[in-house]
């Protein structure tokens, strides 16, 4: 997966550079935010971020997804990671398909029921755009800041010759606390 461009980005959790891959459109390219003194010759704490609108931009507390970009961006500023954020919203349905199924939600059924209603698998994400840009940075060891054993068996399955999961825990809330079950009941996610 070829770099689209490469530029420093100073934030609140550090400086990094951004850093945009193709993602089919260019208009919404997938981005890493690496740190500028990365060691590839270890293992690379790593976070996986799938495009989340209402939570990384708006802080919906109907999931964890803000809450685990921020702390994923304050750990990879802090101990010198990389932040691929896939163009993924909604797990894969876009953004009007995801509110479709914050509305079933509201009449009672969890994220996973709701995708299936709207006639989309449960999650539709592919990693494979993560590993080629992992691949393109040169990372081959990694530790990965997930709770999401897809995520880890999909680095695996690519080859990376260390993948250690360190855990990646929101802050849970009345509104998102069905939304957590269903993650850690249906999708085997480790929080």
């Not at 400086?15 to 993602?23: G, H, M, Q, R, V």
């Not at 999401?148 to 250690?164: D, H, Q, S, W, Y």
């Amino acid at each position: 997966m070829g770099e689209l461009v490469s530029t420093p980005l100073p934030t609140q959790f550090g400086d990094f550079l951004i850093k945009t891959f193709s993602s089919g459109n260019e208009d919404i390219p997938h981005v890493a935010l690496v740190h500028p003194e990365v060691d590839f010759s270890k293992p690379v704490l790593v976070r996986i971020h799938s495009e989340c609108l209402t939570g990384d931009v708006f802080g919906s507390r109907k999931c964890d997804c803000g809450d685990q970009l921020h702390l994923a961006l304050n750990q990879c500023g802090a101990e010198k990671g990389v932040l691929i954020y896939l163009r993924q919203e909604g797990r894969g349905i876009g953004l009007t398909n995801k509110l479709k199924a914050y509305q079933l939600q509201e009449q009672g059924m969890d994220t996973i029921e709701a995708n299936v209603a709207l006639g989309f698998d449960a999650d539709m994400r592919t990693f494979v755009p993560a590993v080629a840009i992992l691949q393109s940075l040169g990372v081959d060891k990694i530790k990965l800041l997930t709770n999401n054993p897809i995520k880890l068996e999909a680095l695996k399955e690519a080859g990376f010759l260390t993948v250690e999961r360190v855990p990646l825990i929101g802050e849970e809330f009345d509104s998102n606390r069905n939304y957590l079950n269903t993650k850690r009941e249906k999708m085997g996610h480790q929080i």
